[in-house]
């Protein structure tokens, strides 16, 4: 049964994050609709929710066309790169006590390096549909992934020094008193931040930017080819809320005192969700900032950020051991 | 970034306002009767078309939607042979409404008339005319002008004189 276990856990995860994501996307315009005063599509099913099947089928029956100018091979390969990087990711999420699928030692680095596989997609897509708009889109995502992952990284080394441990069972386990959103709120943010920008959602959807470039780097995809990238993008969404709750939330933990009344699946799951409900509130809000004023962002205000707070945690820690 | 959080904050605070959507096809909007919609033909009170085929709104009209010939009663009265309205060129601008000296093309607060074939838009003089007066119950326009029909003379309209006779040096 233990050995048959993470099959069947990868099995729910494969199928339930594809699911998930289509669900998403219904749920993420009925909550815009909310914030926006409207309705957003109410029409098909129960609260619309058959919205989701007609797209499908509607993005199945769509021409799968590939341009004859395009690099095909690449062109065909990209928007699976992001789907299999970001279902990979998954694999290191610990839901509940022993319901993960993978414990590794290294897990928090090998999330860091899925997520990154994932600027391929991007970057190759744009380049193989050998399109200014889709090019121009691929160098803005090279640029932004490479600037966010640097400090992405390096505010999670706040959260690594607290607990000891790349794993991420121990950095759930370190939070069993106080999570680390208070100790480490400054990580927090430049946490948050930079998760929206590696997913490239809204506040930070340059590389798609549909204003000024049309679709960005998928504007020569469509139907299922195009359905891939949004999977991603959405897997995305919900792999980078996931993180944020095991790394900053306390995992499967509940708060204080009403924690053990309901399971720890249910704990994690409805942190998830208020974080994902708390990105669409960004997409919201937030509008897209330019080019430059996203790059000097990253440069000028959240790395500093994160090495001030990679020194006063190191300071804070090496003080308690000083004093202990 | 503090006008960012509030930003935050204000989208926040519509968690709690109501939709401004309206539902269509279950929940109508309130039209006005001035809604300018389908363009109908009306008739005076007493039943008869009001059109006196003066192609006055064919000339106005900006998009030349209307098309219609001229055909003579045999008590001298106009009326429209043909009267045809291709409502996939109409604008319901009203400019035919506003030029029509018979108040006889009115617009109406409809606006539902959606076809799958486009020839279906062309509506013909038995489409358009209504059976009613419109948004003038009493005006009957052979009753206020001048014009010599087979019941009255010149002259004998409402509110109207008796013709001076130029010929003539007396008053």
Same mark, same amino acid.
């Given at each position: 049964?233990?050995?048959?276990?993470? =099959?069947?856990?990868?099995?729910?995860?494969?199928?339930?994050?594809?699911?998930?994501?289509?669900?998403?996307?219904?749920?993420?315009?009925?909550?815009?609709?909310?914030?926006?005063?409207?309705?957003? %599509?109410?029409?098909?099913?129960?609260?619309?929710?058959?919205? #989701?099947?007609?797209?499908?089928?509607?993005?199945?029956?769509?021409?799968?066309?590939?341009?004859?100018?395009?690099?095909?091979?690449?062109?065909?390969?990209?928007?699976?790169?992001?789907?299999?990087?970001?279902?990979?990711?998954?694999?290191?999420?610990?839901?509940?006590?022993?319901?993960?699928?993978?414990?590794?030692?290294?897990?928090?680095?090998?999330?860091?390096?899925?997520?990154?596989?994932? =600027?391929? @997609?991007?970057?190759?897509?744009?380049?193989? @549909?050998?399109? $200014?708009?889709?090019?121009?889109?691929?160098?803005?995502?090279?640029?932004?992934?490479?600037?966010?992952?640097?400090?992405?990284?390096?505010?999670?080394?706040? #959260?690594?020094?607290? @607990?000891?441990?790349? @794993?991420? =069972?121990?950095?759930?386990?370190?939070?069993?008193?106080?999570?680390?959103?208070?100790?480490?709120?400054?990580?927090?943010?430049?946490?948050?931040?930079?998760?929206?920008?590696?997913?490239?959602?809204? %506040?930070?959807?340059? %590389?798609?930017?549909?204003?000024?470039?049309?679709?960005?780097?998928?504007?020569?995809?469509?139907?299922?080819?195009?359905?891939?990238?949004?999977?991603?993008?959405?897997?995305?969404?919900?792999?980078?809320?996931?993180?944020?709750?095991?790394?900053?939330?306390?995992?499967?933990?509940?708060?204080?005192?009403?924690?053990?009344?309901?399971?720890?699946?249910?704990?994690?799951?409805? $942190?998830?969700?208020?974080?994902?409900?708390?990105?669409?509130?960004?997409?919201?809000?937030?509008?897209?900032?330019?080019?430059?004023?996203?790059?000097?962002?990253?440069? $000028?205000?959240?790395?500093?950020?994160?090495?001030?707070?990679?020194?006063?945690?190191?300071? =804070?820690?090496?003080?308690?051991?000083?004093?202990? | 970034?503090?006008?960012?959080?509030?930003?935050?904050?204000?989208?926040?605070?519509?968690? &709690?306002?109501?939709?401004?959507?309206?539902?269509?096809?279950?929940?109508?909007?309130?039209?006005?009767?001035?809604?300018?919609?389908?363009?109908?033909?009306?008739?005076?009170? *007493?039943?008869?078309?009001?059109?006196?085929?003066?192609?006055?709104?064919?000339?106005?009209?900006?998009?030349?939607?209307?098309?219609?010939?001229?055909?003579?009663?045999?008590?001298?009265?106009?009326?429209?042979?043909? &009267?045809?309205?291709?409502?996939?060129?109409?604008?319901?601008?009203?400019?035919?409404?506003?030029?029509?000296?018979?108040?006889?093309?009115?617009?109406?607060?409809? &606006?539902?008339?959606?076809?799958? *074939?486009?020839?279906?838009?062309?509506?013909?003089?038995?489409?358009?005319?209504?059976?009613?007066?419109?948004?003038?119950? *009493?005006?009957?326009?052979?009753?206020?002008?001048?014009?010599?029909?087979?019941?009255?003379?010149?002259?004998?309209?409402?509110?109207?004189?008796?013709?001076?006779?130029?010929?003539?040096?007396?008053?």
């Amino acid at each position: 049964m233990s050995e048959l276990m993470p =099959v069947l856990l990868a099995l729910t995860i494969l199928i339930g994050g594809v699911a998930g994501a289509a669900i998403l996307t219904w749920f993420e315009r009925r909550l815009l609709g909310v914030w926006q005063d409207r309705y957003g %599509p109410n029409r098909l099913g129960p609260l619309g929710i058959g919205q #989701v099947l007609a797209d499908m089928i509607k993005l199945l029956f769509k021409d799968d066309w590939v341009p004859p100018f395009s690099d095909k091979v690449v062109f065909i390969f990209a928007p699976t790169a992001i789907v299999v990087a970001m279902m990979m990711g998954f694999a290191v999420v610990p839901f509940a006590p022993g319901m993960m699928i993978i414990d590794v030692n290294i897990g928090l680095l090998f999330f860091l390096g899925m997520t990154s596989l994932a =600027v391929y @997609s991007v970057l190759l897509g744009g380049l193989a @549909s050998n399109n $200014k708009y889709a090019l121009l889109g691929g160098l803005r995502s090279a640029a932004q992934m490479v600037s966010y992952e640097v400090f992405m990284g390096l505010s999670l080394m706040g #959260v690594v020094m607290m @607990s000891g441990s790349f @794993s991420l =069972v121990d950095i759930v386990e370190a939070q069993t008193d106080v999570w680390f959103c208070f100790s480490q709120t400054l990580g927090l943010i430049v946490f948050v931040i930079a998760g929206i920008a590696e997913s490239h959602r809204l %506040p930070f959807d340059l %590389p798609e930017a549909e204003h000024e470039l049309t679709a960005g780097f998928h504007t020569e995809y469509g139907g299922m080819k195009f359905a891939m990238f949004m999977l991603g993008e959405y897997l995305g969404l919900m792999l980078i809320s996931c993180m944020i709750v095991t790394l900053f939330f306390g995992g499967w933990h509940g708060p204080a005192l009403i924690g053990h009344w309901l399971p720890p699946l249910f704990w994690f799951g409805f $942190k998830v969700f208020i974080i994902i409900c708390f990105f669409v509130l960004l997409r919201a809000a937030i509008p897209r900032p330019r080019y430059d004023q996203l790059m000097s962002l990253g440069w $000028k205000v959240m790395l500093p950020i994160t090495l001030i707070n990679l020194v006063i945690t190191g300071a =804070v820690l090496l003080w308690m051991e000083g004093a202990a | 970034m503090l006008s960012e959080l509030r930003t935050i904050w204000e989208v926040l605070k519509h968690t &709690f306002t109501k939709a401004e959507t309206v539902q269509y096809p279950e929940e109508m909007p309130y039209l006005s009767p001035r809604y300018r919609g389908r363009i109908v033909l009306t008739r005076d009170p *007493d039943g008869e078309e009001r059109c006196v085929a003066c192609n006055l709104c064919a000339a106005v009209c900006p998009v030349d939607c209307i098309a219609l010939q001229k055909d003579t009663r045999e008590d001298g009265t106009w009326y429209p042979e043909f &009267f045809r309205i291709n409502f996939s060129r109409c604008i319901m601008c009203g400019m035919c409404e506003e030029a029509c000296p018979t108040y006889a093309i009115q617009l109406t607060p409809d &606006f539902e008339m959606c076809e799958y *074939d486009r020839q279906n838009m062309v509506y013909e003089k038995e489409h358009l005319l209504i059976n009613g007066v419109g948004k003038y119950p *009493d005006y009957n326009f052979y009753r206020v002008s001048g014009m010599q029909t087979a019941t009255k003379d010149k002259g004998e309209a409402q509110n109207e004189a008796r013709p001076i006779d130029t010929k003539s040096l007396l008053p």
